[in-house]
């Protein structure tokens, strides 16, 4: 009683395990033509301006003129340019000066709105979320009047307790901090947001047991809070950088295209725009942001390394 | 299931030459673009000078943001519109002067008259004698002074004896000690202020005709010495530039020299000190400050036509309701001498301040800025900022600014 097993079906198998990805893509194509508006976007107004941005990175082009090859020389220039190497560190030194505090300070928001008896945490919740949507411009220029050198409001406030009112637009350290507290104004709501989907995600069992077998508040903190929330805080750390190293708005508004005195708040990307958007050295430009890509993702990487080492 | 995919590639194609097809505009009507930026020319202007050519429609575009860079990617694109407003920047495009369309081939001889001479110069590339624009508003410097705070320090603070009295940068900054040691007012505002409006009273700046760099000695040095005489003698408050309005209002700065459309800021900037402001003549002479252009672009179907309406756009005539529309300082010399502009003005106490704008107006010195003027400028700004902000020693910032300068010149060679 025994089938005979068709002689095809061996050969079936072949080619269904290899169908070609064209005659595939074609039996789908109602499917892929879905899809293909994102994809038709993202090769215009994303792909492509990155590989042609690579390209111009090794020519001179003022977007007029003829493009002319030049090979390394915009990254010799670059790399032998005290503004750049300037506008790289002040980028760190404002990282430094918002991530460190707006991370601390996260956390601390998240762990108070995730009291048990907390009330109303809807409402505090988007009390801290809403610094994160306010237009920056807006917040630069009300930040400018609060720390204005002779007419600001901190100013009068510092003199009405007796401390001496400070330069604040006039000093290269005190203008990143006043940006990096913008940063931290903006941002911390944001990370807090963030922390606290973290601590709720943590299982109320562990916290119980903990209790359970003696540990007080400060070891619960450090032996369960932290350990589990640390994909968490690796996200933050992460995106935080990623962010800061690309600041931008804060700078332009406060200080103006040239960063202040000294150009002590000139960013990269203020650079990067200064060099691309003004003087039109586009091909220069293009070097400057593939320098960035090469700074940002190395220190994303160690900033990485650490974290989940830590 | 084969229908469906016809219809929804049907309705996907259609979509498509729908949002291309509509770019035509209407039968028999010719269409001139122009592209310019809020107050850059009165809008009424604009629908008058429409009604002189029948058939004709402007479509004349507010391009709001970043105006320069849309033209620059405009000009890049060889595809823009016709008519073009570009700001004092149009310096910086003399040396593309091929994608603009050589006015001198259209007969703009006959009307040069008419205009400042200093100013239609500003269009006209040295090299190739092209001329890409059409002069809109000009703005000549003069001093603001404070009359009653000049009255206070015992200088003279009528504009005649002013201008009299102090008629040399040597001379005001001599006056600026004065007014310090007797009320303790700061006479100049801050010294990129300083340096820049001696620079624009120069007929030599950064460059020469042949774009061979001069910004390391004669008129851009003496300039440098006297704002470092200012800062030597603190006769700046060195605040921000958000703080300058607060300053002007309170009556901590005496005097600033400044383009005519400053009087305007000024106004909002200081209502609290109304009425007792004056202008004169300001020491070291007349400068200029901004003032723009409209020129046509090379890409231009219609040049002849666009070129009929620009001049028209700036006319005598048209430069008249532009300053009375939006205070563009003409550039025709009959629209700035029609009397009907000569009116009392109750923030300068009454004073007839156009007596003094037309005549700085007028003595305004030819000059060359230079394809580089921007970046120079905001280098020197930049050192500036730090000799009186964050004390840099004067020596090392001359220094550091022409280092900046040969680095900058030795890529636009290399290129």
Known sequence: MSRPVPNSSSDRVEAMSKPSLWSEIWKHRILYLFISPFFLLFLIFGLFPILFSLYLSFHSWSGLGDMTFVGFSQFNYLLTEPVFWQSVGNTFAIWFLSSVPMLFFALVIAFLLNLPRLRMRGAYRTMFFITNVTSIVAVAIIFETIFSNQYGLLNYVLSLI?????????????????????????????????????????PKSLYEAAVIDGANKIQIFFRITIPLLRPIILFTVIMTTIGSMQIFTEPE?????????????????LYMYNEGFINSNYGYASAVSWMMFIIIGAFSFINWKLVQRA | MKRLNRLLLGAFCTGMLVSCANSEGAEGDTTITLWYWHRALDDQVIKDVEAEFPGVTINAQKVGGEYKTKLHTALIAGNGPDIVAMNDWASEYLQYSDKFVNLNDYGVEEIKEDYLDWKWNLAIDPETDTMIALPIDTGPTVLYYRADLFEEAGLPSEPDEVAEQINSWDAYVKAGEQMKERTGVFMFDNLQRTYLQNIEQQSDKYFTTDEEYIGDGGSVREAWDMAMKVNELQLTPRIAD????????????????????????????????????????APGGAGNNGGSFLGVLESSEEKD?????????????????????????????????????????????????MEVYAEAAKDVPLTYYGNLYGPLRSYFEDELTLVERGNKDPDTAWQDVQTKISRELSRQTNE
Do not use: C
Not at chain 1, 162 to 171: A, D, H, P, Y
Not at chain 1, 259 to 268: E, L, S
Not at chain 2, 246 to 264: D, M
């Open chain 1, 162 to 202: 007796g401390i001496g009112s400070l330069e604040w637009m006039n000093s290269s350290f005190l203008i990143k901090v006043v940006i990096a507290s913008m940063v931290v104004w903006r941002f911390v709501g944001y990370n807090a947001i963030i922390y606290l989907a973290g601590l709720q995600s943590i």
């Open chain 2, 242 to 281: 958000g703080e300058r309005n607060a300053a002007l209002n309170n009556g901590s700065i005496a005097s600033f020299i400044g383009a005519v459309w400053e009087a305007n800021i000024l106004k909002d900037a200081a209502p609290d000190t109304a009425g007792e402001w004056r202008i004169t003549a």
């Open chain 2, 305 to 353: 036509l666009a070129v009929e309406i620009t001049k028209a756009l700036v006319s005598t005539e048209s430069q008249k309701e532009h300053y009375l529309g939006v205070e563009l300082f003409p550039s025709t010399i009959e629209t700035i001498e029609s009397e009907d502009l000569y009116q009392p003005d109750p923030f300068f106490g009454d004073q007839v301040v």
């Open chain 1, 253 to 269: 508004v406060l200080l103006g295209l040239s960063g202040g005195v000294g150009g002590a708040g000139m960013t990269m990307t």
